[in-house]
């Protein structure tokens, strides 16, 4: 299967089963689902994930047998220690690399057999990604780097532009849309990459550590803006967290130590 | 991701660390400058040194001689002439009408006498005076002036003058119909025993050059006054005094209405200079002139072996130039390496928002080809100013020997080849650490 962005042509047969009843695949399904701007969430189902390192000393298992459920619009929370296999996860979830083991769909579309620039497209359609670095480029402006994620998508510079300025708007940044990620605070920085992430109007947005690097109020404040994306964009959220205190305010929990889910 | 995004996103990387991109940057500006200057400094000598070998005139130039051709010469560049032939107006339309001929410029020299000032007041404001005795051919016994030089004045069409082997070496050609204009070669500064680098001394000096007529007994002379307007190095016929040809077909013509005692030549023209189309082409023309009945001469082998030698040169000095680009090429794949392993979180989270594999390629590919054509423009203009001085420093050298200077030649193709060659050897020694950035997991975004 090849997935296409919203400037590449549709793909015969990708049309998705539409918001809630499972997602769909692509950008055809994007343009037929969305309403006023929601797309919906989209549904994650995993079944006997199994995911292994190659490391010196043989292959190393981070994620062994997982099962995982979320509705779609649902917003789950992973947790655990160090090591427990969070970030691979999500980095399976999101097309970051390819499914190793096991069998992942999201929003109906089956990550087995995704490869290169199938993921990429999967990636830039469906996901929107939060990382606890932030993934600011530098050299950009605030705007800038949200318009980044449109470019990739092939929209058009007026366009993207204005989607830049509305969802800095959203997350309470209108004002420092001409800062430089280096000139902004780190609340500020990860309230830019969630605007960033949701330039495409994802589907699926997932975040790792968001709250990572931050203090206790600037963790409140994005993850207050990661629950209000989820709301306002109807999109399914999963975040990985170490914090107990967050992990607590999504509905689903899921806890992993050492590859194997325990809860 | 359009062009238009990668170009702005690839700019941005590059200014991000501008001590590296300086560096870089730097780098292949040398290398090109060193390219570019070397290139033009060659071709600048080579067409120096064939202009020397044309006496400065065309390089598919021919002297055909009012003489029959000697058999026994006929493939030689620089040929005797047999027995004298007329060479009129009817030889020189037939040599017109062959084909491969691009102009042929009839030349007239007759004898003259010749009065300078005594002493000769040069433009400095010192004075010389003939050296020795006046001239070997001042002859009491047949009426001649103290002072008075007996010289043979050619006469060319000023016109034309870019056709004919003459180097101005000081002032100016005589004005096309001008009587009052003549120029004078090194041979008349060397009677008042002054070098090529006088040249300038003895511009603006008036002499009185006289047509002698023979009645019998007596000679008499037609005199005028003209002013040396010009040195040169003149090779299209032997005589140290040039005028337009008017002026000497004027004296030629009263010398010939005397009585035969002067025994010129009956020939109309003493000589022509035919251009050839082209280099290759002088040796038909040569041999259709011969075939006509008039002996010629062309150093058009001699041409031809130092051109090999000289693109020999130009071979060996582009190789020097390229291994600098070269070496700067490394340069830049081992900054873009350096940026590889630095931006590895980067190209993840780029990877991450949907950028695909050529995405990322192109993106290295441009910030590699923006640092090679930045480099490569500033490197070509460099170099070409750096061939500009060196021009200026053999001009000053070629002045003070009284030699003809050189007009540094910059080909818009070396300029060209700079700029895009330096562009596109960036852009291969991008190749492999864009590919490397390409090939980069997305998986990077979240581990770096």
């Known amino acids: 299967m090849r997935w296409r962005t919203r400037a590449d042509p549709p793909v015969p047969g990708s049309a998705g089963r539409g918001p809630g009843g499972g997602g769909s695949t692509g950008t055809t399904g994007w343009a037929a689902s969305r309403v006023n701007g929601r797309r919906g969430g989209v549904a994650i189902s995993v079944r006997g994930l199994t995911h292994r390192y190659r490391t010196p000393t043989g292959p190393l298992v981070v994620l062994d047998d997982v099962d995982l459920d979320v509705p779609a619009t649902g917003y789950a929370a992973v947790t655990g220690p160090s090591g427990a296999g969070k970030s691979t996860l999500l980095s399976v979830l999101g097309g970051l690399e390819p499914l190793q083991e096991g069998v992942a769909t999201v929003g109906g579309t089956d990550l087995c057999g995704l490869h290169g620039d199938d993921l990429a497209a999967f990636r830039r359609a469906t996901v929107g990604f939060v990382f606890q670095h932030f993934g600011l480029l530098e050299p950009l402006t605030a705007a800038e780097n949200v318009e980044l994620a449109g470019a990739l998508a092939g929209r058009r510079p007026g366009e993207r532009r204005r989607r830049a300025a509305e969802l800095l708007e959203g997350v ?3 004002d420092r849309a001409d800062h430089r990620p280096l000139q902004l605070s780190g609340g500020e920085r990860q309230r830019v990459a969630i605007a960033r992430a949701l330039a495409n109007r994802p589907r699926l947005l997932l975040a790792d550590e968001p709250t990572g690097n931050l203090d206790e109020g600037s963790a409140l404040s994005v993850i207050e803006a990661l629950e209000r994306s989820r709301e306002e964009h109807g999109c399914t959220l999963v975040v990985v967290t170490h914090n107990r205190g967050l992990a607590a305010r999504a509905p689903q929990c899921v806890a992993l130590d050492r590859g194997r889910r325990v809860s | 991701m359009s062009w238009r995004d990668v170009v702005g996103l690839a700019g941005r990387g590059v200014r991000r660390r501008p001590g590296r991109a300086v560096l870089t940057v730097l780098a292949v500006a040398l290398a090109s400058a060193l390219f570019s200057a070397l290139l033009t400094v060659s071709r600048t000598a080579e067409v120096r040194v064939l202009d020397e070998l044309a006496d400065g005139g065309p390089l598919a130039g021919i002297e055909v001689a009012a003489a029959e051709p000697d058999p026994t ?15 009129d107006d009817a030889a020189l339309a037939e040599i017109a ?11 007239v020299s007759t004898g003259v006498a010749v009065v300078p000032p005594d002493p000769v007041t040069l433009a400095d404001g010192t004075e010389v005076t003939l050296q020795g005795d006046g001239d070997s051919d001042a002859d009491g016994d047949e009426g001649g002036r103290r002072g008075m030089l007996f010289e043979t004045v050619v006469g060319a069409d ?5 056709d004919l082997p003459i180097s101005v070496l000081a002032g100016r050609l005589p004005q096309p119909g001008s009587l009052q204009e003549v120029a004078v070669t090194p041979g008349w500064l060397a009677r008042f025993g002054l070098e090529r680098t006088d040249a300038e001394r003895m511009l603006a000096v008036e002499i009185e050059i006289g047509a002698p007529r023979s009645f019998g007994d007596t000679i008499r002379g037609r005199w005028t006054r003209a002013e040396i307007v010009g040195v040169v190095a003149q090779e299209a016929a032997s005589g140290v005094l040039l005028a337009p040809i008017e002026l000497v077909t004027t004296a030629r013509g009263w010398t010939l209405a005397g009585d035969d005692r002067f025994d010129l030549p009956s020939s109309p023209y003493s000589g022509a200079f035919v251009v050839a189309r082209g280099l290759d082409q002088v040796a038909s023309v040569r041999n259709d002139i011969h075939d006509i009945g008039y002996s010629t001469s062309a150093p058009e082998n001699l041409i031809a072996s130092v051109q090999r030698y000289l693109r020999v040169v130009e071979i060996v000095l582009s190789g020097i130039g390229l291994i600098a680009l070269a070496i700067a090429t490394l ?13 590895r979180r980067e190209i993840g989270v780029l990877k991450a928002i949907g950028a695909r594999d050529r995405d990322v390629l192109r993106l290295f590919l441009v910030e590699a080809g923006v640092l090679g054509v930045i480099g490569g423009l500033a ?5 070409l100013g750096l061939a500009a001085v060196v021009g200026m420093v053999v001009n000053g050298y070629l002045h003070s020997e009284g030699l003809a200077g050189v007009q540094p030649q910059i080909p818009l193709e070396i300029a060209a ?32």
Not at chain 2, 331 to 343: D, F, K, S
Not at chain 2, 379 to 383: D, I, P, R, V
Not at chain 2, 418 to 432: D, F, K, Q
Request: aromatic share 0%; proline share 6%; net charge negative.
């Open chain 1, 172 to 174: 309470g940044l209108a």
């Open chain 2, 73 to 87: 010469q006929v493939d030689e560049d620089d040929a005797d002439g047999g027995e004298p032939r007329d060479l």
């Open chain 2, 97 to 107: 009408g062959l084909p491969d001929v691009e102009t042929v410029v009839p030349l």
């Open chain 2, 158 to 162: 000023m016109a034309r003058a870019g």
């Open chain 2, 331 to 343: 340069g830049i794949a081992n900054a873009l390496l350096a940026a590889v392993r630095e931006r």
């Open chain 2, 379 to 383: 490197g070509t203009l460099l170099g």
């Open chain 2, 417 to 448: 080849a700079g700029v895009i060659g330096a562009g596109l050897l960036a852009v291969v020694a991008g190749g492999i650490p864009a590919r490397r950035a390409a090939r980069l997991p997305a998986r990077e975004a979240v581990d770096a």
